[in-house]
């Protein structure tokens, strides 16, 4: 399995992964979790840093449950507060065309793109 590694300053690099392929692309981004984003064409995925961000626990307490009516579920939100991380404009950009519009979330640090097929 092969893996494009987009870093933060725009260059891109294709890398081998072995059997421990999370573990490679962890230590090729240097993140100790992963997030991952499926982009676009449904057929590649993007590999972020989970921790890339320093965030907040936002209580919106009880809210009423689209799936049951009547009943209500407790929700939260993991709100990003700051970047730990330089922002990857090249990433952000991949990010923003999956969601077919632009937000203000932006990608932070190296990620890695793999074909989802391959991690099926």
Request: glycine fraction near 8%; charged fraction near 35%.
């Amino acid at each position: 399995m092969r893996a494009e590694v987009i870093r933060t300053t725009g260059e891109r690099e294709w890398h081998e992964l072995g059997k421990d392929w999370l573990g490679d692309i962890r230590r090729l981004i240097g993140a100790r979790t992963l997030d991952m984003v499926t982009l676009r064409d449904r057929v590649h995925v993007m590999c972020v840093d989970d921790d890339g961000y320093e965030t907040e626990l936002i209580d919106h307490g009880l809210q009423p449950d689209r799936h049951r009516p009547g009943q209500a579920i407790q929700t939260w939100e993991n709100k990003c507060i700051k970047a730990k991380k330089p922002v990857n404009v090249e990433a952000t950009k991949l990010y923003h065309q999956k969601l077919g519009r632009v937000v203000d979330h932006q990608i932070v640090g190296d990620v890695a793109i793999v074909d989802d097929r391959d991690v099926g």
